[in-house]
């Protein structure tokens, strides 16, 4: 199967001139040196040596890390240029970066169009002004919507980051800004649970009693509905939680080197992360519990359906192979749970490629592929 590769060019907050509450920028920017031109061009070179090899349908360059539009104009210039070579010669399909709404212009976007830019991510994090202030963002609600319309109007594919848990945040303005980030019509987004990190104004409030962070399960119910309402709109979600290269600790390596998937390592240092909302599997975390709900909801309807007759006492969950992991939950929870509450039904997990991504159906057993 073909796939879509990303390599990430870390290019560690350069460009922001601001200090949000919950950004440990001065821990990254003293462990991490200036990325010349040169050095993208490296970075280029050796990730496309690694991937000769693979049946790739598209490979996108990004910056990472950073408020790249941030940048001085001629800064910004000498790096999308050696991008756009890169892009012009076939060895690349796609320019990608991130960057604050209050970062966007013409003059910015017209010369990014210049050098072949595809996609611009908005670090938006909320729709509610309250939690923009108390986050000490630095832009408005009206920033926001302005930045995105000129992106749009640009062509630039759009995607909007989200973080679950500021300071003033609600269940009801998360959902509010999921909704709102769906009128928009972006093709991407990204949801962050907040994580109170060491070297942060955000950890100073948690010390002295002013910020409470989310636990785990409080996370992933509100970015579970956050999801649910972005997935309902055709928005592709590239990322939910952060990795544990993510975060800065004493023993983070080069960021730059990491890649983009979701998969991620839980031997993250203690010493980075106080808050206690971080989980180094909380992508699986909020789909799992979206198949819970998914999986229960059909098994109810099939008990309903069948109530004028004798009730099935073997079912089968099914999924496509990619979604199974999913389906049983982490660390079996899923299984677990069903196993408690439905002491009286045998449950079968089994395979069924013809389903697509997330899609769970719930039957009577038959002589599917089990597991």
């Not at 462990?31 to 090899?53: K, Y």
């Not at 210049?114 to 408005?140: C, K, N, W």
């Not at 399960?217 to 579970?224: D, G, Q």
Request: charge should be negative; glycine fraction near 6%.
């Amino acid at each position: 199967m073909k796939k879509h590769a990303i390599i990430p060019i870390f290019i560690p907050h350069r460009g922001c001139g601001h200090a949000c509450v919950f950004c440990n920028q001065n821990a990254i920017t003293a462990r991490q040196p200036d990325v010349t031109p040169a050095d993208v061009r490296r970075i280029l070179d050796t990730w496309l040596s690694t991937m000769q090899q693979r049946d790739l349908e598209t490979i996108e360059a990004a910056f990472y890390g950073g408020s790249f539009t941030g940048l001085p104009m001629e800064e910004q210039a000498a790096f999308l240029a050696v991008l756009k070579e890169y892009k012009d010669d076939g060895r690349i399909d796609k320019i990608h970066l991130s960057t604050r709404p209050d970062y966007i212009s013409i003059p910015i976007l017209d010369q990014l169009k210049q050098y072949g830019t595809d996609v611009i991510e908005l670090g938006v994090q909320s729709f509610d002004p309250e939690v923009l202030r108390a986050s000490r963002r630095g832009h408005t609600v009206d920033d926001i919507y302005q930045a995105c319309e000129l992106i749009q109007n640009f062509g630039f594919e759009l995607g909007i980051q989200l973080m679950i848990g500021l300071p003033l945040d609600s269940r009801e303005k998360c959902i509010a800004s999921a909704q709102k980030t769906v009128s928009i019509g972006p093709s991407l987004a990204r949801l962050y649970p907040t994580v109170v990190l060491n070297d942060t104004e955000l950890a100073r409030m948690y010390a002295r009693g002013a910020y409470h962070p989310l636990s785990t399960e409080e996370a992933v119910s509100i970015t579970k509905d956050m999801y649910r309402i972005l997935d309902d709109a055709g928005i592709t979600i590239l990322r939910v939680g952060l990795k544990s290269t993510d975060l800065i600790s004493d023993n983070t390596s080069d960021s730059g080197s990491s890649s983009t998937s979701d998969s991620t390592s839980s031997s993250t240092s203690d010493s980075a992360v106080l808050g206690h909302s971080y989980h180094p599997a909380f992508r699986q975390l909020v789909e799992g519990e979206i198949a819970r709900e998914d999986l229960e909801r059909e098994l109810m309807q099939l008990l309903t359906d069948r109530a004028a007759a004798p009730p099935p006492s073997t079912v089968t969950f099914t999924c496509c192979g990619e979604s199974f992991s999913n389906m049983i939950g982490h660390s079996g929870c899923n299984k677990k749970y069903f196993a408690a509450k439905y002491p009286m039904l045998s449950i079968r997990y089994a395979v069924d490629s013809a389903l697509p991504r997330n899609i769970y159906r719930v039957a009577p057993a038959s002589d599917r592929q089990d597991r």
